[in-house]
């Protein structure tokens, strides 16, 4: 049997997925849902942290989230996105480039004396 926490987080988390589901604009419904749970006020219980507990925690945290989330989660989640968002053909590539080829871009800029607003 589930306990009450257990269940509820369980009825949150399939509410959550039927907004997006059901949603005409996923992404946007999902970065709604991001913004109203960044936004919950936390209530710290132990306020008594040391700086390595602390460091401790934000050097453990992404591999304790994905031990317990699991692939298919991120499998989920990447398809969801990759449906989600318009098809696209372009691509760009990044060259090398040298320090002669930054000053000569530089130099052919126009000077202009704007003011800071």
Not at 2 to 23: A, M, W, Y
Not at 24 to 53: F, G, M
Not at 101 to 115: D, F, G, L, P, Y
């Amino acid at each position: 049997m589930l306990s009450f926490g257990k269940k509820s987080n369980s009825v949150r988390n399939n509410t959550i997925l039927i907004l997006i589901q059901e949603s005409d604009n996923k992404i946007k419904t999902v970065w709604n849902i991001i913004k109203k749970e960044v936004t919950k006020p936390v209530i710290a219980t132990n306020a008594n942290l040391s700086a390595d507990e602390l460091n401790d925690f934000f050097d453990n945290v992404v591999e304790k989230v994905n031990t317990s989330v699991g692939p298919q989660t991120s499998d989920k989640a990447m398809q969801l996105l990759e449906k989600s968002l318009p098809k696209t053909d372009l691509t760009f590539t990044l060259h090398p480039t040298s320090a002669f080829e930054v000053s000569n871009i530089i130099c052919r800029m126009k000077s202009k004396n704007t003011q800071d607003v």
